[in-house]
């Protein structure tokens, strides 16, 4: 599920017919987890659950934590990161082009 630009993902608890939601692109740790019975439940309380977080984060005037930027900090190692720019370079494209491509090219498969 979407709303507001934070995704969810949801699982179903047999062993207590619920269903539990959690925030999946705001960082390390979810922003808000929620539970309802049925599906237009757990839409609404995911929905009043990023709505409360914002709020919360308004009258306490921080910044809330934003749903992923776009940017990446990766630690490839000296010999991978010497290799990927050498294929990036013969391909005529900058590192960072390179890497989106080949990560485009991984998640459309």
Same mark, same amino acid.
């Given at each position: 599920m979407e709303y507001k630009?934070?995704? @969810?993902?949801v699982e179903f608890d047999e062993s207590v017919g619920r269903l539990h939601g959690r925030v999946v692109n705001s960082g390390s740790y979810p922003i808000a987890t929620f539970e309802a019975t049925d599906v237009k439940g757990i839409?609404?309380?995911f929905h009043r659950s990023i709505d409360e977080y914002l709020e919360s984060c308004k009258e306490d005037g921080i910044e809330p934590r934003k749903p992923? #930027?776009?940017?990446? %900090? /990766?630690?490839?190692g000296p010999t991978l990161h010497q290799r990927v720019a050498? #294929? @990036?370079a013969e391909s005529g494209l900058s590192l %960072? #082009?390179?890497? /989106?491509q080949a990560l485009e090219k991984s998640v459309s498969q």
């Open positions: 630009g934070y995704t @969810a993902t839409q609404h309380e992923f #930027s776009g940017k990446l %900090n /990766v630690r490839l050498r #294929s @990036a %960072n #082009s390179w890497i /989106v």
